[in-house]
């Protein structure tokens, strides 16, 4: 008689998992259906369980999340300060585009933690690259910044995704999602060689600065 197979051993809890699931539901059903029950839900434990790895609850989920889609660094080269510059746009470009579902927390969270850490590398490696001094290159970075995240703001409303509509739940309170947008996708190539041509503007201007 074959015995059974035995069970898995359960996946421990952890702040990666919490952040995976949590970034899997906000890109799929959008940042408003995001409550700390449905997450708990979704990774099969009790809501309560997510509070011994943040605290704080869905404040520090929040934070955690634009932390998570912002903490982007590019390979220090002996390259230009303008292909080092270009090299970490189009590295934050993609990271923001693979989790559409937070780009709002993206736009209105402070730098934390490790996005703050790789703010502060990308300005020392625009001035090891010969762009100027700390303060010139910290200027640099803020203004690289503001591009991607204007640009891929535009590019995500034009891709056509949004979050579904929908109700959700959270502590008691009733949230209404927003409602799919009604525009043409835009394809996209057309949206890659946008963000190149602004990207290249913006690089001829931070050198004539």
Not at 25 to 36: C, E, K, P, V
Not at 86 to 93: D, G, N
Not at 108 to 133: M, N, S, V, W, Y
């Amino acid at each position: 008689m074959m015995g059974m197979p035995a069970k898995r051993p359960p996946v421990p809890l952890s702040r990666e998992r919490i952040i995976e699931a949590a970034l899997h539901i906000a890109d799929g059903q959008g940042l408003r259906r995001l409550t700390m029950r449905r997450l708990g839900d979704a990774l099969q434990v009790e809501a309560m369980a997510i509070y011994h790895h943040l605290p704080r609850g869905k404040e520090a989920l929040m934070d955690a999340l634009a932390e998570h889609v912002t903490s982007v660094t590019v390979e220090a080269s002996a390259a230009g300060w303008q292909d080092v510059a270009r090299a970490w746009a189009r590295v934050a470009r993609t990271a923001l585009l693979e989790h559409p579902g937070v780009l709002a927390l993206a736009l209105t969270k402070p730098p934390q933690g490790t996005a703050l850490l790789a703010i502060r590398e990308q300005g020392e490696q625009l001035a090891t690259a010969g762009f100027g001094d700390a303060a010139r290159a910290a200027q640099a970075v803020r203004t690289l910044r503001a591009y991607v995240l204007g640009s891929v703001a535009v590019e995500i409303q034009r891709s056509g995704w949004a979050a579904p509509a929908a109700d959700a739940e959270d502590d008691g309170e009733t949230v209404t999602g927003p409602s799919p947008a009604a525009v043409r996708a835009e394809p996209a190539e057309e949206a890659e060689a946008a963000f190149e041509r602004g990207l290249d503007a913006l690089l001829r201007g931070l050198a004539d600065a």
